[in-house]
């Protein structure tokens, strides 16, 4: 199995931005795809974004799309979540996931392995 750990969070204002990062451990990461998922205080976990194993495809919610970009570096099991223009619905503790399989998907139940998150707040 692989593990994950995020980090990376922390405290920004509105429009600006952070980086996260993954950083995966215990197997071979180029064969996972791996995905961000976000959960903010009293709603349910919800898709970020996802990146494939093979080609590096990406995947993106609709409510990121445009201002997130989602990469890896399989040298260094490592993804990265590059958020830009955020906003305070932004804030949410932000988790890593991966799953073996070419295609990676968006709900929860599609991923194996999960990180402990990361908290990301942004003030208005």
């Known amino acids: 199995q692989v593990q994950v750990v995020e980090s990376g969070g922390g405290l920004v204002q509105a429009g600006g931005s952070l980086r996260l990062s993954c950083v995966a451990s215990g197997r071979t990461f180029s064969s996972y795809s791996m995905g961000w998922f976000r959960q903010a205080p009293g709603k349910e976990r919800e898709f970020v974004g996802a990146i494939s194993w093979n080609y590096g495809s990406t995947y993106y919610a609709d409510s990121v799309k445009g201002r997130c970009s989602i990469s890896r570096d399989n040298a260094k099991d490592t993804m990265y979540l590059q958020m830009n223009d955020l906003k305070p619905e932004d804030t949410a503790v932000y988790y890593c996931?991966?799953?073996?399989?070419?295609?990676?998907?968006?709900?929860?139940?599609?991923?194996?392995?999960w990180g402990q998150g990361t908290q990301v707040t942004v003030s208005s």
């Open positions: 996931a991966g799953v073996m399989s070419v295609v990676p998907g968006s709900l929860v139940t599609d991923y194996d392995y």
